[in-house]
């Protein structure tokens, strides 16, 4: 018998556009892909967004969302062809034979039902178990998972358990009807790097110990490596590459592919501090109104011009939290701000025009931070209304040369965001921040929504400007790989406290405090067995302690 779980062969998948202005018409977005993947084991899926891996995926489900439809090829699953079989066999199948792990588990999850019953739910609709059952199986899974009381944990609704418990209660869901096949759908993204390597190594385990294979979709190459046997390279709906993990990583045949494997290739010298700092944060401890604990605590951090200080740590760490007292949409309880010679107002209405234009800031989702309904012209151009007075022909030039700067170039000044892709979007952002001529700009989790080869361009085009406009970055992320390519000066933050400070050089050499040391420790690298080198190492202090 053979021991292939899921063939897909030719498989075409398109959709119909419907452009401003112009006739809908059809476009094909995955072209003619084909590979096997064998019963209890992992192929994972990589490429940047739009290459077509959550299509593919869900293709494997016979399903196809937001309008898209397959066109062509066949794609069979237990020995047959799901594209050929009724609407009651697509049923049974799904929620059985095979199930999906979504990348947002705080937005699959019913907030109004509790984890245990929508965890079983597949499970015994589907007619694998009694709710009694299903019940037991998936404390089981709960305990192999590594969620904390897994007896009691399944009564709690989703917003009583953290984003990385809720993530291993969606795999525990995908599980727990016993399917042949799970599909991953960039499951650990959205976490920071502590938190993933928990799920990372839950998932693995579990796929070992149930025998179920997987397709693994990411963007983060090294990330897939830890859990998967063969590994498909996508772009644009075509088949980069495919092989094993370790002619992958260690071979690479394509361009594409040795981009992706070099990627945050990045060299950023420290620099030396000057004379005073732009940016002085002293014993700053603040909390949110109708609270009665401190969410910061006593902080002190300084950032010079032309310099890049990356605050680092997991979330609700007090990241954004410092970046809202700086701003002053949150005034701290104690402490002072010092700014560009000044001492800043600790809340924003009693700051001058002055202070708001020298102290820019770029969001983590450019989606929700530009109007969609302004062109890229009017959105960069508005701070140079604001602040310079620019108007008509002498504000377009300045736009244009912004759009340069961000290597654009005019043909993007009446684009809408819709029009533009996640890295231009983001670029846009940077160029609206640099239109103010800030002294300094907070960058919050500014790539941590781009794949890497974008995030690699952003970064590398902060840097330029950098040198260009001598503006200071605080640049707050949860990745450290950003963080070393990036960074002169580093502020590690844990549960509201800065733990570790001072030039990259020092805070990334050992010795180590414990939390940054979990921290560096957490972070995946390109190689063949990391993953299982942490677990051990991990089991090893366990048992010591």
Not at 294 to 303: S, T
Not at 509 to 519: I, Q
Request: with cysteine.
């Amino acid at each position: 018998m053979s021991d292939t779980l899921l063939k897909v062969q030719n498989l075409k998948i398109g959709a119909t556009v419907y452009p401003p202005g112009e006739k809908p018409h059809d476009i094909e977005i995955v072209h003619g892909v084909s590979f096997e993947l064998e019963k209890g084991k992992v192929l994972g899926l990589i490429g940047e967004s739009g290459a077509g891996k959550s299509t593919i995926g869900l293709a494997s489900m016979a399903y196809g969302r937001g309008g898209v439809q397959i066109t062509g090829g066949e794609v069979w699953v237990n020995g047959r062809d799901i594209l050929k079989t009724g609407h009651g066999d697509i049923r049974s199948l799904r929620g059985s034979e095979v199930t999906y792990v979504s990348q947002s588990a705080a937005a699959s999850f019913n907030p109004a039902k509790k984890i245990m019953d929508q965890v079983t739910e597949a499970a015994i609709v589907q007619g694998k178990f009694s709710k009694k059952e299903a019940e037991k199986r998936a404390i089981e899974l709960f305990r192999k998972l590594g969620l904390p009381d897994p007896e009691n944990i399944g009564s709690r609704y989703p917003h009583q358990v953290s984003g990385g418990q809720l993530q291993r209660c969606m795999t525990a869901l995908a599980l727990c009807p016993e399917p042949d096949l799970v599909v991953f759908d960039e499951p650990t993204t959205a976490l920071d790097v502590t938190t993933q390597i928990d799920v990372l190594m839950a998932i693995k385990e579990a796929i070992r110990d149930t025998g179920v294979a997987a397709l693994y979709i990411t963007h983060d190459l090294a990330v897939v490596a830890q859990v998967s046997d063969e590994i498909l390279v996508l772009k644009m709906g075509d088949m980069v590459e495919h092989g094993t993990v370790d002619q992958i990583i260690n071979d690479p045949q394509e361009d594409y592919t040795k981009a992706l494997v070099s990627v945050r290739s990045i060299d950023h010298a420290e620099k030396e501090p000057t004379p005073e700092p732009v940016l002085k944060v002293q014993n700053i401890t603040a909390r949110y109104k109708g609270t009665n604990f401190d969410v910061l605590k006593n902080i002190n951090v300084e950032l010079h011009a032309g310099q890049t200080l990356a605050v680092v740590g997991e979330s609700g760490s007090g990241k954004s939290t410092l970046a809202r007292v700086i701003t002053g949409l949150l005034p701290p309880k104690n402490g002072t701000i010092h700014f560009a010679g000044r001492d800043l107002s600790p809340d924003l209405d009693g700051r001058s025009r002055e202070d708001l234009r020298e102290l820019q800031m770029i969001y983590q989702m450019a989606d929700v931070a530009m109007n969609p309904r302004q062109t890229v012209g009017t959105i960069i151009g508005r701070p140079l209304e604001f602040y310079f007075g620019l108007k008509g022909a002498e504000k377009r030039k300045r736009v244009v040369e912004l759009l340069d700067e961000i290597e654009m170039g005019e043909k993007f000044i009446d684009r809408y965001p819709a029009e533009l892709s996640g890295g231009q979007k983001q670029r846009v952002c940077i160029a609206r921040a640099l239109a103010a001529k800030p002294k300094m700009i907070i960058c919050d989790e500014v790539t941590s929504a781009l794949d890497p080869l974008v995030a690699d361009g952003i970064l590398k085009l902060l840097l330029d400007l950098q040198k260009i406009e001598d503006v200071a970055y605080l640049f707050i992320t949860h990745d450290l790989a950003t963080v070393k390519a990036i960074a002169d000066s580093i502020s590690v933050m844990y549960q509201g406290e800065v733990v570790r400070y001072g030039g990259k050089t020092d805070v990334l050499s050992p010795p180590f405090d414990d939390y940054t040391d979990l921290l560096l420790s957490s972070v995946p690298e390109m190689k063949l067995g990391w993953l299982e080198e942490v677990i051990a190492h991990r089991k090893m202090e366990s048992a010591g302690n």
